[in-house]
């Protein structure tokens, strides 16, 4: 690979990772629920770990929104070293993933799909922030 063309695979991987991300995930949220549908049969503890009714559409709005959100505020198409905005979407991501965590007790895999999504990208955007701070410092 020239160095010409690393500057055009780093902006597809800065652009197109979050969505990919997103894409994959709500792919596997679909596969789970197809696989373990919601069964109003199952009454008090033998609903424990299955998908509740709605829980696809909830999982997938709830992380496209999430989605939304912190490209919106990481604007991956604009940042060049803003540890900024990596804080900005970590104070977000962080009581939205602890309640996340909560949550998926008890429930099935779609929610546990959705709190696996929120810890990935905490953990990226976490990661995200620490190069971002030491690029700033390094480079002034």
Known sequence: ?????????????????LPCLWLAFAVMMVRNYLGDPYDPSLEGSAAYGHNQAGALLQGLGLSLSELIIISGIL??????????????????LLPSTALAILSMMHSGGVFALHALWLIIILVGVLALTIVSTVASRTRG
């Open 1 to 17: 690979m020239t160095t010409a063309q690393r500057p055009d695979l780093r902006r597809a991987l800065r652009l197109g990772g």
């Open 75 to 92: 604007r991956p198409w604009s940042y060049d070293r803003s540890w900024g905005r990596g804080i900005a979407a970590s104070a977000i």
